[in-house]
């Protein structure tokens, strides 16, 4: 069989093209040959070699994992490099969100970044090619710069439902999630750590950094000055957790200063004054002009980074949003005798005649989305900048207290729980990941999975051993590493690209190896705690983990 599409490139004719590649394939056997030895080039570039304590349960764990990688091979591939497409979070296997591109890529991409950029930059440019529909969008509702749509139709435009049905009781309730307006911050956070995993400076120079500056615009417009506070604030929003769409007896949607929507908010202005402050002379002064970008915007940017308003009950909480210490604690104990299981807790309230607006419950990450994006150093920088407390046991606190209070009802969830819990409670957090794994195999949230596999979980479970069990950020020209193996993992070796470098990483509980295959490139830095090496082709470089403390 031969597909062509009139879209394909170097064609005359699809129909014509498709009978010619059946003319000239070379028959079952060579391309099956072709197609294995493609397949070990993937996994070799994508595997890993994982040694568990466990041997039945980890050979189960190694077989999922292998899994997921496969699945997010057969969505986004090399072939992908070739098309004008985003990410579709349940892949290509059901029917659920319709095709729609939602913000699963921040989940995503770091994998992909680490292993084969160049899928991330063609993914990243499908947002860039609907910069124009998320500036009509932004004008259209009032603001200024880009709007991206929560749920990303075909040409940009939002497509979330104004409805949604639940199966649990029958009702049509009114969906609000468009006003998740965090998936701006989401693609400036792609484009930039894009950036910052390869180097990719034409990218930044004439894609990534427009989108950046025009969402800073957007939540520049977007923000409110309170002369009571003397502070600025995001009014109307969602954040991450879904369950809290309004305020309890509100007939308004909408919740104010989201604690997530405004730091990612602050984020992305500090981001886009480092983007203007990288660009080379000439495209600085090419892209201001043509963004009409003017001195007292960049000056209005700097203020608000340095004046959000954030809120904090219960002595260095901090609130989910502006009012959640109000809300009802919910009877977890009760619903669990009850249900059984309460991911849905949603359907379960609605089905009762309640809301979760009515109470302190999640169904996935939201404050503690800040943990999983932010290293604790990066977290102190922003929260001293807004002229706010941060203290160490900020985190722990924080992670405590809103995961009694989650039910976990995205497959997601357990990807952010078991990151932000690597270093405070690592059996909690292995435990969390394991959980993550079988969202899909097992079916975890009861009937979702024949809809299409949760790509964003997948692809999370993969980089919770990437990135979190190891450590790594890629921030400040570096590429930082800080190993956390959870007991039951005794070695991990795997394969990364970082700015044009391949780099074998090779962990065990006491010792940590890169090797640097032969390139043409600059050294790359790289460091563990406080000791940073320049790293070259054809080098070896070895760290005594059991020297140093960095958590």
Same mark, same amino acid.
Request: proline share 4%; glycine share 6%; net charge negative.
């Given at each position: ?29 060579k391309l099956l040959e072709e197609h294995t030895l493609y397949w070990q080039h993937l ?293 669990? $005798?009850?249900? @059984?299981? #309460?991911? !849905? &807790?949603?359907?379960? =309230?609605?089905? %009762? ?119 790594? $950020?890629?921030? @400040?020209? #570096?590429? !930082? &590493?800080?190993?956390? =193996?959870?007991? %039951? ?63």
């Open positions: 069989m031969s597909l062509f599409t009139s879209r394909d490139e170097a064609i005359s004719e699809c129909g014509l093209d498709a009978r010619k590649a059946i003319s000239r394939a070379p028959g079952f056997n996994w070799h570039r994508y595997g890993m070699d994982l040694e568990e304590d466990d041997g039945e349960r980890g050979a189960r764990n190694k077989m999922i994992l292998r899994l997921h990688i496969f699945h997010l091979l057969q969505t986004v591939s090399m072939q992908t490099i070739k098309l004008d497409v985003g990410v579709p979070p349940r892949g290509w296997h059901g029917e659920a969100y319709r095709g729609h591109i939602f913000w699963d890529e921040l989940f995503i991409f770091p994998l992909l970044n680490l292993r084969t950029p160049e899928i991330t930059r063609t993914l990243l440019n499908y947002r860039y090619r609907r910069l124009n529909e998320a500036r009509f969008a932004a004008q259209a509702a009032g603001y200024a710069g880009a709007m991206y749509p929560w749920q990303s139709g075909s040409d940009g435009r939002e497509e979330s439902q104004k409805v949604h049905l639940n199966p649990k009781s029958g009702n049509w309730i009114p969906d609000n999630s468009r006003l998740q307006r965090h998936v701006n911050a989401a693609i400036a956070w792609n484009a930039w750590q894009y950036y910052q995993a390869t180097g990719d400076l034409e990218f930044l120079c004439f894609y990534g950094a427009e989108m950046i500056l025009e969402i800073a615009r957007f939540w520049a417009s977007l923000a409110t000055w309170s002369e009571e506070h003397q502070r600025y604030e995001i009014l109307g929003v969602m954040g991450p957790d879904e369950y809290h769409d309004a305020y309890p007896d509100s007939d308004r949607p909408g919740l104010n200063n989201n604690a997530y929507t405004n730091v990612m908010a602050v984020w992305v202005f500090i981001c886009a004054l480092k983007v203007l402050d990288t660009l080379p002379p000439d495209r600085h002064r090419e892209l201001t002009e043509g963004l009409d970008l003017q001195d007292e915007e960049i000056e209005k940017w700097d203020h608000i980074s340095r004046r959000m308003r954030l809120i904090f009950h219960d002595d260095g909480i901090i609130s989910q949003f502006e009012g959640y210490d109000q809300l009802e604690e919910f009877d977890w104990q009760s619903y669990q $005798e009850k249900y @059984g299981r #309460v991911m !849905r &807790l949603d359907r379960i =309230l609605d089905a %009762e005649n309640d809301t979760p607006n009515r109470y302190k419950c999640s169904k996935q990450g939201d404050v503690l989305m800040l943990f999983y994006l932010f290293s604790a150093d990066e977290l102190g920088e922003i929260f001293d900048r807004l002229g706010y407390p941060f203290e160490y046991k900020t985190i722990p606190k924080n992670i405590e207290y809103y995961l009694q209070r989650t039910s976990h009802g995205s497959t997601l969830s357990q990807v952010v729980h078991s990151w932000v819990l690597t270093r405070s409670d690592r059996a909690e957090s292995w435990e969390l990941y394991t959980m993550a794994l079988r969202s899909d195999i097992d079916d975890i949230q009861g009937g979702t999975t024949p809809e299409g596999i949760h790509l964003g979980a997948m692809a999370g479970t993969v980089d919770l051993i990437q990135r979190a069990y190891t450590g790594i $950020e890629t921030r @400040g020209e #570096v590429l !930082r &590493l800080n190993p956390c =193996l959870p007991k %039951e993992i005794k070695s991990l070796c795997l394969r990364l690209r970082y700015r044009r470098h391949s780099v074998d990483l090779s962990i065990t509980r006491d010792k940590m190896t890169l090797h640097c295959h032969e390139c043409r490139v600059e050294p790359i830095k790289v460091a563990y705690c406080e000791d940073e090496r320049r790293l070259c082709g054809g080098e070896t470089i070895e760290f005594d983990l059991m020297k140093a403390d960095c958590s």
